[in-house]
């Protein structure tokens, strides 16, 4: 009799007790408890420790019912880092988006969200978001202008005369500048109007390439105004090996190449010879016999035939 009462008292105990699963982040426990039991005491019955900001359905004071579920979803801790301001956030999982107006920040429409493609947010998980800004600008910009180059049959071929002094014109573009955490990464210019347009040039070039110089006819291929001073004697050869004498110039060789012969009005006839540290561009060094010579010659203007 002792037995079938126990047998008994067991059944009913057992028939008290009701099937309950409890999933916790998706892994499944299947468990019985007794009737009119909470959440929460179902929850203490097993042992699990519930964080702060886990979320648990039903709430921790409903009464669970039979072949019913408790779902808990445990939080996790992510980093956002938005325009290069850090904040960190504890978060069940969630869309990106929304772990990011968690942390405080606004997303902008033309913001960029760098971070791995997942539904919903991970643990440990670093959200970064570039601030992408525009901003629409006017800038004033020249305008070049055009050179008109016609011939003129009464200047030296090398020679060039204005005729007309050219003058820039102005631009006014519209331009939209991009920028990302507020550096600027790109410019567009989406409009641009003329305020002042540009003036033509006219230049007039030379063409002859042959005149009389007292009594000389010249044949050259081409004129130009050189800066010539004058030097003599030091004891050196000139860069050619030659002794300088009287009708060697220095010259600077990417103007006008060593060997190449010349007229020199106010000198006459010369070679390019020799070369000179000052001796660049437009300039030009002639050899004189002595030194008074070349204090009197100084520094001039002149005119250097290149002939053919």
Not at 28 to 38: A, F, G, K, P, W
Not at 153 to 164: D, F, H, M, Q, V
Request: net charge neutral; glycine share 8%; hydrophobic share 40%.
């Amino acid at each position: 009799m002792a037995g079938i009462a126990i047998l008994l008292a067991v059944s009913m105990f057992y028939a008290l007790l009701k099937p309950v699963a409890i999933v916790v982040d998706g892994d499944r426990i299947e468990t019985r408890v007794l009737c009119n039991q909470t959440v929460d005491q179902v929850l203490k019955k097993q042992e699990i420790i519930l964080g702060p900001h886990d979320k648990v359905t039903p709430s921790l004071d409903s009464i669970i019912s039979r072949n019913g579920s408790i779902e808990i979803i445990r939080a996790h801790k992510l980093t956002v880092i938005y325009a290069g301001e850090e904040k960190e956030i504890i978060t069940t999982p969630i869309p990106v988006k929304e772990a990011i107006a968690l942390a405080g920040f606004k997303l902008g429409p033309q913001d960029i969200i760098k971070t791995q493609a997942v539904e919903k947010t991970v643990p440990d998980q670093v959200i970064e978001v570039i601030q992408v800004t525009e901003q629409q600008v006017q800038i004033e910009e020249k305008i070049p202008y055009e050179t008109e180059r016609i011939s003129d049959n009464t200047l030296e071929k090398g020679l060039s005369r204005t005729l007309k002094t050219g003058q820039a014109g102005v631009a006014v573009n519209t331009v939209n500048i991009t920028y990302h955490n507020g550096k600027e990464v790109n410019r567009k210019v989406v409009d641009s109007e003329t305020k002042v347009p540009p003036i033509k040039a006219v230049v007039a070039m030379g063409t002859i390439t042959s005149i009389s110089r007292g009594g000389l006819n010249l044949n050259f291929d081409r004129a130009c105004y050189m800066t010539a001073s004058a030097y003599t004697y030091t004891g050196r050869n000139t860069s050619c090996g030659m002794k300088p004498a009287v009708g060697l110039v220095a010259v600077d060789p990417s103007v006008i190449p060593l060997g190449t012969k010349l007229y020199i009005e106010g000198y006459g006839y010369a070679t390019a010879a020799d070369t000179g540290g000052a001796i660049k561009g437009n300039r030009i060094d002639l050899f004189m016999e002595d030194k008074s010579q070349c204090l009197s010659w100084g520094k001039r203007m002149v005119k250097v035939y290149v002939l053919n």
